[in-house]
């Protein structure tokens, strides 16, 4: 059965689309009609990644990474998958700007943030059990 799991949205994209949104609010507003279509064009782009990006582990031991109808589909076999650490941006302190999971695999390196991130690491470690897990993993969520 396959096990689908949702994107977290970060803090930068809700203003990403206060800023967008507004800014859009402003060239209808004034009238600014070609302007504001060339701006709704990334506005729609992001509304449409922030709800459909989802990771799906399938049945048949594969990671779906899906960021919305505008791009493509991005699939890994667990099989692949050598380690799981958690990384975070631009540190002050104890503040970053994001926390995600960079998941290394044979022949390359994926970020991904999801909602449930406990649930997602014990999935992909049950169904590949020689994945490397960061000790500190559990101890930072």
């Not at 076999?77 to 002050?92: A, C, G, K, M, W």
């Not at 999971?101 to 014990?122: D, M, N």
């Given at each position: 059965?396959?096990?689908?799991?949702?994107?977290?949205?970060?803090?930068?994209?809700?203003?990403?689309?206060?800023?967008?949104?507004?800014?859009?609010?402003?060239?209808?507003?004034?009238?600014?009609?070609?302007?504001?279509?060339?701006?709704?064009?990334?506005?729609?782009?992001?509304?449409?990644?922030?709800?459909?990006?989802?990771?799906?582990?399938?049945?048949?031991?594969?990671?779906?990474?899906?960021?919305?109808?505008?791009?493509?589909?991005?699939?890994?076999?667990?099989?692949?998958?050598?380690?799981?650490?958690?990384t975070?941006?631009?540190?002050?302190?104890?503040?970053?700007?994001?926390?995600y999971?960079?998941?290394?695999?044979?022949?390359?390196?994926?970020?991904?943030?999801?909602?449930?991130?406990?649930?997602?690491?014990?999935?992909?470690?049950?169904?590949?059990?020689?994945?490397?897990?960061?000790?500190?993993?559990?101890?930072?969520?």
């Amino acid at each position: 059965m396959d096990r689908i799991f949702h994107a977290r949205i970060a803090w930068y994209n809700y203003m990403y689309l206060i800023i967008l949104g507004g800014t859009l609010f402003f060239l209808l507003w004034e009238k600014h009609s070609i302007p504001a279509v060339l701006l709704s064009i990334p506005l729609i782009i992001l509304i449409e990644r922030i709800i459909h990006t989802t990771y799906t582990v399938t049945a048949d031991n594969r990671l779906v990474t899906f960021y919305g109808r505008f791009s493509r589909k991005r699939t890994i076999p667990i099989e692949l998958v050598r380690s799981i650490h958690t990384t975070r941006t631009f540190t002050i302190g104890n503040f970053s700007m994001a926390r995600y999971l960079l998941i290394k695999y044979q022949g390359g390196f994926i970020s991904l943030v999801p909602v449930k991130e406990e649930e997602f690491i014990a999935l992909l470690h049950i169904r590949n059990p020689s994945i490397e897990i960061d000790p500190d993993l559990f101890n930072s969520l």
